[in-house]
């Protein structure tokens, strides 16, 4: 009996949610990616918004000049319930839980008050679009705090600073370089203005000796996923399966079969599997 090959495209149509992707073994970064352009105009937007604002629950400052300031006026998770701080920037997050940390070498600073916990806001603001967003930071390098270690910095980053690598002192935002040292966005930085008020200004590289780089995992560097960002990666096999197949980064397009890339939430993806079958006279397969 004479057989022939057939060739059948089938385009398959995944709908990929936070929910839906439980069912196929894989788990989606919660915000979609970043570029630095956008990252750079949502963080224009803070300093433009926030600037000589305190970030505190009364808009006021917590004290004057108290050198490692914290209290429950500046805890983040309570500055981000108030309505004035709702009025004055276009989004804030839903959840306590949206991600809110960054890194000090070995130490993970989460949520916080003071500088610690502004910076952990702005981070989720830079890289989220919407207030159910959820962000998430990796740490990115640890180094002496110098122009050759600052050098991979990009705006948004956020960063841990101290004089010994065991304990840190200062969490800032960074926006760029200069010759002796960086710009930043912060708050707690001029405490003889009051505790926790939000300022853009420079940091020379002579004040600190270390620096920690936190980068979000959904912020797309030149076209490539931020080397720190670790993401569920799925395979569309030829039989049209998704697994989860391991953490890697990913920003290639799926072109055929096999090929593997980032999912974000949400997100619709165009799967062209061709899958080739023989067949008899009679139609049989």
């Not at 919660?30 to 990252?39: F, K, L, M, P």
């Not at 003071?114 to 603001?125: K, L, R, T």
């Not at 008020?197 to 490539?224: E, L, M, P, W």
């Amino acid at each position: 009996m004479k057989k022939r090959i057939l060739s059948v495209i089938l385009i398959v149509i995944l709908i990929m949610s936070f929910a839906s992707l439980g069912s196929f073994d894989a788990k989606a970064a919660a915000a979609r990616a970043v570029s630095e352009d956008t990252a750079q105009s949502n963080l224009n937007e803070l300093i433009n918004a926030l600037s000589g604002k305190y970030f505190t629950v009364n808009q006021k400052a917590c004290s004057k000049g108290e050198s490692g300031h914290g209290c429950k006026n500046c805890g983040m998770i309570n500055v981000i319930k108030e309505a004035w701080l709702r009025d004055t920037v276009k989004r804030v997050p839903t959840s306590t839980n949206s991600g809110f940390k960054h890194y000090y070498y070995d130490t993970s600073l989460t949520r916080g008050q003071s500088c610690c916990g502004f910076a952990n806001f702005a981070g989720w603001y830079i890289f989220s679009a919407n207030s159910s967003d959820t962000v998430r930071f990796s740490k990115l390098k640890d180094g002496s705090f110098n122009g050759s270690t600052m050098s991979i910095a990009r705006p948004g980053d956020v960063l841990r600073f101290g004089d010994v690598t065991s304990k840190s002192k200062h969490s800032a935002v960074f926006v760029s370089t200069y010759s002796d040292g960086i710009v930043v966005l912060d708050c707690n930085w001029n405490i003889g203005s009051g505790n926790c008020k939000v300022q853009k200004h420079k940091i020379a590289y002579n004040k600190y000796k270390y620096v920690t780089i936190s980068r979000a995992d959904n912020y797309i560097i030149n076209g490539n996923t931020g080397d720190a960002g670790k993401y569920d990666v799925v395979d569309f096999n030829a039989t049209g399966i998704v697994r989860c197949i391991e953490k890697r980064v990913f920003s290639e397009p799926i072109s055929s079969s096999n090929q593997t890339r980032t999912i974000y939430e949400n997100e619709t993806i165009n799967i062209r599997i061709e899958l080739n079958y023989v067949q008899d006279e009679g139609g049989r397969v």
